[in-house]
């Protein structure tokens, strides 16, 4: 393996980890407030849609265009999660039934593939797509200029949500109270701290991110839009926030692990190499099935810190 | 250090102490679903720089009590007021904004977060977002110095001991400037060093001008700690007495009450025909300990025996053992040390089945979770049991008409009221229920049979019923093991009665003789 092969291995992990870091960080911030969201390939989906649809739809430059159409496919999965939170936080319905229900839904064969279809836009080519920027002129760099100045503004955007968030958790009051919440609800509203309000900010938060992950497919991977084009990352996106122990530095490395995965086949056969492609691409599912049973022990769950109240709701006067 | 002298910061001026009560509820009165009314029109009121304690068995009220000073129920009637003015109290947030904090019997610590962090939890002295654990740190140590509390803020909770969270949560509201803090049960975790340390702890509080209520149902502690001691019954608030002018035995007579109430009368008054005395017990009991769920020792040297035809009444206040008694007889937990024997021979801990088949019935406290399964009919719950040797079988195959007929003779037999033995059990009132249960149990011909609270939350008709079927079994020659926090029922029923305390027998009573006074002062570790 010569040097050009491990950067071209890098730089497509990256791409095709940056969904997957935004939407498991949205699930992250999710399931730390004690919500289980198992909508996210719906989210995902709603949000490739959507940005894909404006950004076809606006005139004006370029990248006035691309924010605008993030912005609707972030706004397009927190109002899908904000429909989760509904059901899971105030009426309380089983939160697996609750996400299960929204992903089939909106998935490969519902809401998304029909207004693709209402929009005619399958098939359209894109108009705009984010290209690299060239950080500070150091693109050029051998290796880490590639991997490290030479990515397009959602790879720099991840990058500084992961930093945001885990500040956010370890060195904020909020995050600390979103830690409280998600673990033990109970002492967290006896401390005074609005367990409702903590869960749907994070639900809807979660969801938008799981949105902007999906446009990252439309806007940036490639221009076009193909039903269930997501291809099953947003459950990647929840078995990689179990992988990260719940934690933001952590879920940056998986994602690019997975993404690496995800993107071996292709990148070791446009170097030459001949393996199957179904072999790589089955990979990350392997990895996740694999991830999911280590981690459902409850010796692990003690260990890595599984939110306790995962997937539980509160209600005040019970119990 | 020479900290510890200072007045803590929300001491006023000592001039108006004692005139205004810190906190107080006048006329309180909470009901919830299902009729049960757990505060009937209580009163107190605590002063600054008081210990005020609230005594009282389980079920008195006083837990719901303070889940309304601390803002987490509203109260039906009545008000509670803070420094003499009638306080809006709707959330525990509120309730702190007033300076009521409560330190819980279920401790409110995270479990996975530090102890800096379960300090700031909801309210730092930091405005802004950010959170510095450097800065609360050093200021945990110095509150910790102040009240003598050993402490390390770094520690995560689940890390340390029961009395270690405890002390937390108390540092947790002094670092709130807590003026009232309620103590909910706070020695039942704490070994006897721990508690001096808690009640110096608590006297350098009140010393600095705050209000401690103190929970309880042990009359030592109450007596060495509180001022004033108010007193809860069955919901109500009876008197408020100065601790300096009380003793244990007036206490005990106040938590109890006086004696049956009327038109209810002692079995064992009027000779229930239990074997003679020397008759050797089906059901004996030889030092027995065993451990709770926490791994810590529950049963210490538990030693009883049960005769033919004899009901023995376990009384105590709950959780000092007696679950965990129940559960080792059934065979649902192993115990540590002793014998258990039924007919004279031992029975093997922690195996069900083998209690079942050595003639151990069982109604257990839990009885929808243990009990029966709520989801399946009448017929398949009376089969539980005895699918393994009578149920109506062909080969591998139940044959449910004749399980059928079967438990219309025993829902006939038991007066169970439902539409037919396809009713599912979880349909059934409480009452119904608790026949299932006993239906199934003594269709087996029990030796011995284990009954935890068997009359709890049934309606009258239904207590009767149950009460009735508990002496005729006996007549019938079974020993019967009765557990129950209803001293009435106990006292009624039992021809002895053995008291629990923290795991203990600390006494066997004849029932004819036993005065409410005597069994109290039992119960509350006084005897």
Known sequence: MNTDLIVAIVVSAIAYGTPLVLAGLGELLTERSGVLNLGVEGMMLMGAVTGFFVSQQLGGPGWAVLIVAMIVAAGAGGLMALIHAFLSITVRVNQIVSGLALTIFAGAVGLSSYVGQVWGIGGQHGLHQLNRVDLLGLGELPVVGPILFDQDPFVYLSWGLVVLVAWYLYRTRFGLYLRAVGESPRSADAMGINVTRYRYVHTVVGGALAGLGGAYFTLAIAPIWTDGLTAGAGWIAIALVIFAFWRPDVLLIGAYLFGA???LGFTLQAHGVQMPSEFFSSLPYLMTVVVLAGASTTLARRRIGTPASLGVPYAREEG | MSGHVEAGPTSTGTATAGLVPAVAAAGVTKRFAGGVVANDRVSFDARRGEVHALLGENGAGKTTLCNILTGLYRPDEGEVQVNGSPARLHSPHEAQR?????????LSLVDSLT???????????????????????????????RYRMQVDPRARIWQLSLGERQRIDILKALYRDATILILDEPTTVLTPSETEQLFSSVREMVAAGRSV????????EVLAIANRITILRKGRS????????????ELARLMVGHDMPAGRVRRAANGSGAAPADQRGVLELESVCADGDFGVQVLRDV???????????????????????????????SH????????????RGGDPRAAINRGIA????????????????????LLLKSYRRDAPHAGPLLMMDRADTQSLALMEQFDIRTRGPHALVRQLSGGNVQKVVLARELSSQPRVLVAASPARGLDVGATEYVHGVLVDTARRGVGILLISEDLDEIVELSDRIAVLYEGRIVGIVDAAQASYEQLGMMMAGAA
């Open chain 2, 238 to 249: 009876v008197t408020t007495v100065d601790a300096a002018g009380v003793d244990a035995r």
């Open chain 2, 362 to 381: 069982y109604v257990p406290e839990d009885r929808m979770g243990t009990g029966v399964s709520p989801s399946l009919s009448v017929t398949e719950n």
């Open chain 2, 336 to 347: 540590t040390r002793g014998t258990v024997r039924v007919d004279g021979s031992e029975l």
């Open chain 2, 303 to 333: 030693s009883l025996s049960v005769r033919p035809g004899e009901i023995v009444g376990i009384a105590g206040v709950a959780g000092n053992g007696q679950r965990e008694l129940a559960e080792v007889i059934a065979g649902l937990r």
């Open chain 2, 98 to 106: 007033a300076g009521i904090f409560m330190v819980h019997q279920h």
């Open chain 2, 115 to 145: 102890v800096a962090e379960n300090v700031v939890l909801g309210w730092s002295r930091h405005r802004g977002l950010r959170y510095s654990p450097r800065q609360v740190e050093a200021e945990i140590a110095e509150i910790a110095a």
């Open chain 1, 261 to 263: 995965l995800s993107s």
């Open chain 2, 213 to 220: 209520v103190f929970i309880s149902h042990k009359l030592p």
